[in-house]
């Protein structure tokens, strides 16, 4: 996979949720799927403003454009539901791009998605793709678990794959499954490189291995986009080195790692 373009974008207010007989629709469905888990719905949640993954999606295109017509794959990676549900993100991506892209998505794994769907673009054997990756804070529930797993802020990354594209590639998805924090460290030293740069998502922030001569560290609030941002920031002064991306999911004790060579 040869990297074209990447952009990251964080989101001011947004717009607020639709009123009306969409409000009543919303509120009933917030209160079915809270419920089910045994959680309360927010209250005043839908009277606040919010980001749609479909709203975040679409000004990455217009950030994007123009992006190339041969884009076979789209693929999407979140951490969490997107807060409105009027528009499918997904769909909107694959009918906004007229090349009829296969769409792919990836959530419910928490800040692995990104890595799962880089994989899930690889196996459809292409070199044209296009994958956004999201962040979203407005939930209708309070988040539990790690710090790390909250979204803070609404947040997107775009990466444009192309077969000339000129920034990386490579990109080689590594998984771990069943790893205990412990062990976190030993696994992400065995994949340095020479002077391979480590870019680490906020869920490795207390189990960094040594090594690494460079290292850096995404912030707290950006679950499923925090590595993917520093590498947008960062790749200018990465050129001719080996970058592994990496995170972990605390929960599920999954380790994943991307390794790719910029240009």
């Known amino acids: 996979m040869?990297?074209?373009?990447?952009?990251?974008?964080?989101?001011?207010?947004?717009?607020?949720?639709?009123?009306?007989?969409?409000?009543?629709w919303m509120e009933h469905y917030t209160q079915d799927i809270t419920g089910l888990y045994g959680l309360a719905?927010?209250?005043?949640h839908l009277l606040k403003r919010r980001n749609s993954y479909a709203d975040m999606a679409a000004a990455m295109l217009e950030i994007m454009a123009p992006v190339p017509a041969a884009m076979e794959v789209v693929a999407m990676a979140t951490t969490v539901p997107d807060a409105d549900l009027q528009q499918a993100p997904i769909s909107m991506l694959a009918d906004a791009l007229l090349s009829d892209p296969l769409p792919l998505g990836a959530s419910e794994q928490g800040p692995i998605a990104p890595f799962t769907a880089l994989e899930l673009i690889q196996l459809y054997d292409t070199e044209n793709a296009l994958l956004m990756v999201l962040d979203q804070r407005s939930l209708p529930y309070d988040v539990t678990g790690p710090e790390e797993i909250v979204p803070l802020q609404d947040c997107a990354v775009a990466l444009l794959f192309t077969e000339d594209g000129g920034c990386a590639d490579d990109f080689a998805i590594?998984?771990?499954?069943?790893?205990p924090p412990v062990k976190v460290a030993d696994l992400l030293a065995g994949e340095r490189d020479g002077g391979a740069t480590l870019i680490a998502g906020a869920g490795l922030a207390k189990t960094l291995p040594s090594g690494f001569p460079d290292m850096r560290v995404a912030p707290l609030g950006l679950p499923c986009t925090g590595a993917w941002t520093e590498l947008a920031v960062a790749l200018p002064g990465l050129r001719g080195r080996s970058v592994t991306v990496a995170d972990y999911d605390h929960a599920l004790r999954h380790l994943s790692t991307c390794t790719l060579h910029i240009d």
């Open 2 to 24: 040869r990297l074209h373009r990447i952009e990251t974008r964080v989101f001011e207010e947004g717009l607020p949720f639709s009123s009306g007989a969409a409000a009543r």
């Open 41 to 44: 719905p927010r209250p005043g």
């Open 174 to 179: 590594r998984h771990w499954v069943d790893v």
